[in-house]
């Protein structure tokens, strides 16, 4: 049997590395493997979206609102834009707490943090576990029940987020109206000033790959 050369060797780590930081980070299993060319571009609009998305892979800016009807192509644009920082910059640590990347949706997120109610943990530390990431994804903005103590909880995360300098991206089959009355304009302002609201204005893929 013929070894393997360090370099060879390096390669399978680095890609079994990076298998496992998708596979831990909660991105749908659906979109493990997609890439920003497969996502469908037919449009002027879409093309636009493709760059900003793009740029915030790159470190542009630490914000990102995506917004837009059903099955136009958001949790795919997030996993994509994930998946190319995770394909870029692998990390050795795995498990829930010590994730560097993570996506998530709202009611989950809110779950987490309601369960420690009757845990009697630490609501703290649930806050914290969706603080630390250095990228965090909130998908489903608005699917929450959508009581002001929910709001709370993600608008203070969002907050300590951005005053820690940590990446996040927000999505939502709402308008920048409905999700501003959910985070707060302070929230929305925040993403303004560093980074990009960005609008899916076009037909469902629904029946197509996105």
Request: positive net charge; contains cysteine; aromatic residues 8%.
């Amino acid at each position: 049997m013929t070894e393997l050369s360090k370099e060879e060797f390096k390669k399978i780590k680095e890609a079994n590395t990076i298998a496992s930081n998708i596979k831990s980070s909660g991105i749908p299993q659906r979109y493990w493997r997609s890439i920003f060319l497969d996502y469908q571009v037919k449009t002027v609009e879409q093309e636009a979206v493709i760059v900003e998305c793009k740029n915030f892979a790159k470190g542009d800016y630490s914000g990102l609102i995506i917004s837009g009807t059903n099955g136009t192509g958001k949790t795919m644009l997030a996993s994509i834009i994930l998946n190319t920082i995770i394909r870029r910059t692998p990390h050795d640590n795995n498990g829930f707490d010590s994730h560097k990347r993570l996506y998530t949706e709202a009611i989950k997120m809110i779950r987490c943090i309601k369960d420690t109610w009757r845990k009697k943990t630490s609501e703290q530390d649930a806050i914290d576990k969706f603080v630390k990431p250095e990228v965090l994804v909130i998908d489903e903005i608005g699917m929450q029940y959508g009581s002001p103590v929910e709001a709370q909880f993600i608008t203070e995360i969002i907050n300590d987020r951005y005053n820690q300098r940590k990446k996040t991206i927000i999505l939502g089959n709402l308008n920048i109206k409905e999700i501003t009355e959910i985070v707060g304009d302070r929230v929305v302002d925040r993403f303004r000033e560093d980074g990009k609201l960005l609008v899916c204005n076009w037909k469902s893929f629904r029946g197509g790959t996105a």
